[in-house]
């Protein structure tokens, strides 16, 4: 049930348009399909679904396998596009996603989402939290109660637990401690380094 596959038709069906916008730069051999099990808090197994970099997809497939046996909960994989390609309606629905082509919020630059080798995890109990112009901006903007990190919930993200160790190992950074002036509990990605020299 573990297992990576190239984009064929069906699957560019479902993303073209969507996650996969008309103005993608990205080559879709680049892309990769990834079906996963997980499991969420109450253990129960789910099927997921997520489009990745053929750079990490590997990478990401023993991710899963090892959360997976290890029961860390995760409630939600689906492809973004089942969410009309929208980051705030997937992470208000807890949607760990990948690919989605986009702009980093708030500025002019690719999204390593675009790029397909940035990954979130849980984004509804693990925000993206910023100041710009002296204003906070919150993302999901559901997710005030999660901000407070000193505070114990479901699916929480820390720096020493099992997800962010397994990612970290495997060459991911953690948004959760890569930057000085923002938070992004949710955001596993691969270095700027290394993307340069992919793209």
Not at 27 to 46: G, N, V
Not at 128 to 133: N, P, R
């Amino acid at each position: 049930m573990f297992y990576i596959k190239k984009i064929d038709d069906v699957i560019f069906a479902r993303i073209n348009g969507k996650s996969y916008k008309d103005d993608c730069t990205i080559p879709i051999e680049d892309l990769r399909y990834l079906h996963i099990l997980h499991k969420d808090l109450e253990k129960k197994t789910h099927e997921g679904e997520m489009i990745c970099n053929f750079y990490i997809a590997e990478e990401l497939l023993d991710i899963f396998q090892n959360l997976y046996k290890a029961d860390y909960p995760i409630e939600r994989v689906r492809l973004i596009d089942e969410y009309e390609s929208d980051d705030e309606k997937s992470m208000l629905a807890n949607n760990s996603s990948c690919f989605n082509f986009r702009l980093i919020s708030h500025t002019n630059i690719i999204s390593k989402h675009g790029l397909g080798l940035a990954v979130d995890i849980n984004p509804l109990y693990n925000p993206y939290i910023k100041e710009v112009d002296g204003k906070r901006i919150l993302e999901p903007a559901a997710a005030e109660e999660y901000v407070d990190r000193s505070r114990s919930f479901p699916y929480k993200i820390e720096e020493n637990d099992l997800c962010c160790k397994l990612f970290t190992e495997h060459g991911f950074e953690w948004g959760g401690n890569c930057w000085d002036n923002r938070k992004d509990y949710q955001h596993f990605a691969i270095p700027d380094d290394i993307v340069a020299k992919l793209y």
